[in-house]
């Protein structure tokens, strides 16, 4: 089954919703640690929102960093950016098709030696539109 990113990011917040869980906009600086611990373990438990020259702590249960490898929580978790070697990079885009058709229900992943150890692909998301994207892990190809 395919299903457009937004679509699927929707789905999966609706569903989150419908569950009780709270949803907000913020801009996180960091993540909030258990100072009950001291520095020992440092369990996020939480996030810190910055609003202005304000300072706001938010307490959660299960944190969910889904927002990139050199993100706010991220570099805290770290205390750095993120090095090239630690992460990939992946672009994707849909295409629609020019003439009228209909595209077969197949999935092509090219493995090209340049890309190396990164792919290509292609595959229908419905009769008439495709994603097609490139997935690289050598900062030097990209």
Avoid at 10 to 39: I, K, T
Avoid at 104 to 117: E, N, T
Avoid at 125 to 139: A, K, T, Y
Wanted: charged fraction near 25%; proline fraction near 4%; charge should be positive.
């Amino acid at each position: 089954m395919v299903s457009p990113r937004l679509h699927f990011d929707n789905l999966l917040h609706e569903h989150a919703l419908s569950s009780g869980v709270h949803f907000d906009v913020m801009q996180v600086s960091e993540p909030l640690y258990d100072q009950a611990n001291g520095n020992r373990d440092r369990r996020v438990v939480g996030v810190v929102e910055r609003r202005g020259s304000q300072r706001l702590e938010h307490e959660a249960r299960v944190v969910i960093a889904a927002d990139g490898a050199s993100s706010a929580i991220a570099r805290g978790l770290r205390g750095r950016v993120s090095a090239p070697e630690e992460t990939a990079v992946a672009i994707r885009a849909y295409g629609k098709l020019r003439k009228s058709g209909t595209l077969d229900p197949v999935v092509r992943f090219y493995y090209l030696s340049h890309l190396a150890p990164g792919y290509a692909w292609i595959f229908p998301v419905s009769q008439s539109r495709v994603n097609v994207g490139v997935g690289l892990f050598d900062q030097d190809v990209y």
